[in-house]
């Protein structure tokens, strides 16, 4: 009987990889059912329902998880999913006056949820800039949709999200993306629950073979950008850039020093207690 594995991830590019190796039944190869679940609320959606039981593994920003973590979410990092850093683009409404990046950390951020991405980038790329956001500038707005409507209203002037994910928008003039943010680490990993790891080490281990298996194959396949391009309503042209500037894992290892540096970073920026006990974040295996 094949293990079922609830795993989930966001609506984007980065997460073609394992769509297709589902659809080419290459888990199902390997004795392992995938639940597919997607969270349009991101990182920040994905820990709470790691917290709650409802999914197994997930596919979430680094730093997100990592901060969850420290605060008590019972889960192990088990892989690095995206070497390279995430791109995340700054945004505002299409009317909002607003149009230079050094003008907005006094503005209101739109955020998916406290804890999510955009917000812990908001504040390490004002951190880096030596700028403060106070918590009440920051209005929660659920998903991409959300943040699109508030703009659009101007009850919000600031978004981050992944720059090649909102460029559909900026094409059509719904957006301006005013600035981009680079973030100092790989910027997907894999996590898992504790007690999912501890009784299902096999399966999981079979679960990561067959997703690295299938980001080689990505990576090797002169067609993954038409197919970029195609399913995710891209420009040719951006999802070429976006391809030739992403390197995903083709194995499990993650560092003790990437770690370590995501904590400082969180640290300075106020998201994690300078005095607070770190736990083991990386499964052991």
Same mark, same amino acid.
């Given at each position: 009987?094949?293990?079922?594995?609830?795993?989930?991830?966001?609506?984007?590019?980065?997460?073609?990889?394992?769509?297709?190796?589902?659809?080419?039944?290459?888990?199902?190869?390997?004795?392992?059912?995938?639940?597919?679940?997607?969270?349009?609320?991101?990182?920040?959606?994905?820990?709470?329902?790691?917290?709650?039981?409802?999914?197994?593994?997930?596919?979430?920003?680094?730093?997100?998880?990592?901060?969850?973590?420290?605060?008590?979410?019972?889960?192990?990092?088990?892989?690095?999913?995206?070497?390279?850093?995430?791109?995340?683009?700054?945004?505002?409404?299409?009317?909002?006056?607003?149009?230079?990046?050094?003008?907005?950390?006094?503005?209101?951020? =739109?955020?998916?949820? @406290?804890? +999510?991405?955009?917000?812990?980038?908001?504040?390490?790329?004002?951190? $880096?800039?030596? *700028?403060? &956001?106070?918590?009440?500038?920051?209005?929660?707005?659920?998903?991409?949709?959300?943040?699109?409507?508030?703009?659009?209203?101007?009850?919000?002037?600031?978004?981050?999200?992944?720059?090649?994910?909102?460029?559909?928008?900026?094409?059509?003039?719904?957006?301006?993306?005013?600035?981009?943010?680079?973030?100092?680490?790989?910027?997907?990993?894999?996590?898992?629950?504790?007690?999912?790891?501890?009784?299902?080490?096999?399966?999981?281990?079979?679960?990561?073979?067959?997703?690295?298996?299938?980001?080689?194959?990505?990576?090797?396949?002169?067609?993954?950008?038409?197919?970029?391009?195609?399913?995710?309503?891209?420009?040719?042209?951006? =999802?070429?850039?976006? @391809?030739? +500037?992403?390197?995903?894992?083709?194995?499990?290892?993650?560092?003790? $020093?990437?770690? *370590?540096? &995501?904590?400082?970073?969180?640290?300075?920026?106020?998201?994690?207690?300078?005095?607070?006990?770190?736990?083991?974040?990386?499964?052991?295996?």
């Amino acid at each position: 009987m094949k293990k079922t594995i609830r795993l989930g991830g966001v609506p984007e590019h980065f997460n073609l990889p394992i769509h297709q190796a589902i659809e080419r039944g290459e888990f199902d190869e390997r004795g392992i059912h995938i639940e597919w679940t997607t969270f349009k609320g991101g990182t920040g959606q994905m820990t709470k329902a790691l917290r709650n039981d409802e999914i197994d593994a997930c596919v979430l920003l680094t730093e997100g998880i990592i901060s969850d973590i420290i605060k008590g979410n019972p889960c192990k990092i088990i892989s690095t999913y995206v070497n390279t850093p995430l791109t995340w683009g700054v945004h505002t409404g299409i009317n909002n006056p607003l149009n230079n990046y050094l003008d907005i950390h006094d503005k209101k951020y =739109a955020i998916s949820r @406290f804890g +999510s991405g955009s917000h812990l980038m908001a504040i390490v790329d004002a951190n $880096q800039q030596g *700028k403060l &956001i106070n918590k009440e500038q920051f209005v929660p707005i659920k998903n991409l949709e959300g943040a699109l409507e508030s703009l659009k209203a101007n009850e919000t002037d600031v978004f981050y999200w992944e720059k090649y994910t909102t460029k559909p928008y900026v094409d059509q003039g719904i957006l301006k993306r005013i600035g981009e943010y680079v973030t100092p680490w790989p910027c997907f990993v894999i996590a898992a629950r504790e007690d999912f790891l501890e009784a299902n080490s096999d399966d999981v281990i079979r679960m990561l073979r067959t997703i690295h298996d299938s980001t080689d194959r990505f990576m090797q396949n002169d067609d993954s950008i038409e197919q970029v391009s195609t399913r995710y309503e891209l420009q040719y042209e951006d =999802a070429e850039r976006w @391809f030739h +500037s992403t390197e995903w894992a083709i194995h499990g290892w993650v560092t003790d $020093q990437m770690v *370590k540096s &995501i904590i400082y970073h969180l640290k300075i920026a106020g998201i994690v207690d300078k005095n607070a006990r770190i736990p083991e974040i990386i499964w052991k295996r």
